[in-house]
């Protein structure tokens, strides 16, 4: 997948500056949704317990501390080792995603390139559904991986593609999803709209990287928001729902709040200031 050009990683999280010679400026729409606690700890123990009761060494372990001990240390890491794979594969389907769009607009792609890699890791699955996807819904995009910005919230992100669908302008964002047990794709998390939402607020659209030349964000009137879960198996689309929208830009508005109070409050001096007893008063040995 094509990284922004304009994003930097920074101790505020992913921000982004408005030219590819200037300081990041605005945290990014996914470091502003990223302000939302998520408590994973029962997912990660679920993790960490499934990959020590499927570890074949674990037979041969039992009786021994000390070996007992370097499996559970093992398993501790699953949880990790899980996600960071999940996020290489959504960066390979993606890639290809992206690649599909830009050889439709008739721009330079390394579509072949891509699918060869998701070969490579037994994933043209996701490729083949994604093709099948893009054929029956007769997607003809507009731009594929375009950076947006607000100046009045103070955000910017990246969109995977907007296109027209039936006649509708579509801003979509994808999301690499796995299969359940009924052999479809995992559905999407309800966080997508806030994404979208925060998108089809945009007030501009990056023109040029290099200059920092930046024109009105031409898609934030009547365009439909999709969520589209790519799987092996299947491709589901969703829209969000317009009645919805108010309330997930409110809660995007929120944690934006709160990621800037979280920067002043970190900037500040050391808040809890240690105090002896009164003057005058006698201290106990």
Known sequence: ?????LAHQTNAG????????????VPSITTVIGQQHMDLTGWASHMATSHLISDARLAEAVG???KLKTLARQSNDAADRFRDGAAARGDRVHNYAEQVALRALGMPHTMA???DVLAQHNESGFADRFDEWWHNFEVKPLAAEITVWNSTVGYAGTLDLVAEIGGRVCLIDYKTRGTDRAGRVKSLSPNVVMQLAAGFKAEESLVDAQTGAWEPWAYGQDAMLLGVAIGETEVAAYQANPQTLPQHWQKFWALRQVWEYQQAVDAAPNPLQPIGPPVGVPQQS
């Open 113 to 115: 390139e891509t699918r």
């Open 14 to 25: 992913r921000m982004y500056s408005r030219s590819t010679t200037g300081l990041p400026e």
């Open 1 to 5: 997948m094509t990284q922004p050009q």
């Open 64 to 66: 021994s501390h000390a």
